[in-house]
């Protein structure tokens, strides 16, 4: 399979033309990788075997945390905390420097969440996540019934636990503008990227940003943007790269469905990918953003 679908030129620019490697395989569906810039380590989750694992620049690989209570999206917050979304417990977790848990959200007005998906952390702290409903069934969750009769998209700041909106089917990746003020949001279940506008005191509206096609199978899931803003996203396929105006500029083509990446090594031009089984690791030429 070529690494490469291109549909614009310009993907030249912003990703290399070269093999997709195999860094280690042997999961059963891979999720949530984040790369510490210090300790120079990805973390990633394995969703159904309830296990989080630690990749070290070297190439050691180890458990981080065993149960995880099926883990799916982590991000790094600015003191270099992980942050976790756990879908059995329906939590967003933050671990602090002597390994233990702090629960930051679980509940909105009395209620379960669904179970939080991906997270990401802005400049100033304040935390967005995702809160879709695919925790709450087999085989990347707890079956149980909801609490909630809609999926959020919610913020976690200042002002305590805010829904963003509830426009949403399956609100699965996600992702800020550089500046801050815009947050783009998968919905794998309408099959296209949203792009909200913040304001304190919550959104100021949304537009559909892209809509993903093309062979393959996958679903908008994973969100990133790198440091000259070209966004990518899993979809059909692969992970599809667009320019910061929404073109779309190609898709690096990866050979099991695709769910989640993120940009890692000290020069951060290697995209490490999770790939259901395996995970790959794919060389760019604009790097992307570290977490702190």
Known sequence: ????????????????DDPLRRVVTGFRFLE??????????????????????RLSAGGALS??????????????????????????TSRVVRQEADGS??????RFQGRELNSPNDVVVAGDGTIYFTDPAYGRAAPYGVPRSREL???????????????????VEGPNGLCLSHDERHLFVADTERMHIRRFALTESGVAGSAVWARLSGPGTGEPDGLKIDSAGNLFSCGPGGI???????????????????????????DMRTLYICAS????????????????
Request: proline share 8%; net charge negative.
């Open 1 to 16: 399979m070529p690494a490469l679908e291109v549909r614009d030129p310009r993907l030249h620019e912003v990703v290399a």
């Open 32 to 53: 949530g990788p984040v790369w510490h810039p210090v300790e120079r380590s990805l973390v990633f989750s394995d969703i159904p075997a309830a296990r989080m694992w």
């Open 63 to 88: 458990v981080l945390r065993d149960p995880s209570h099926m883990a799916n999206g982590n991000a790094y917050d600015r003191q270099g905390r992980l942050l976790t979304c756990e879908h059995a």
């Open 101 to 106: 848990l702090v629960t930051l959200a679980d």
């Open 149 to 167: 009769p809609f999926c959020g998209v919610y913020r976690l700041g200042a002002h305590g636990l805010e829904l963003l909106t509830d426009d």
């Open 240 to 266: 599809h790269v667009f320019d910061p105006a929404g073109s779309a500029l190609g898709v690096i083509r990866v050979p099991e469905v695709t769910a989640n990446f993120t940009w890692g090594d000290d």
């Open 277 to 292: 089984t395996t995970l790959h690791r794919f060389r760019t030429r604009v790097p992307g953003i570290r977490a702190f």
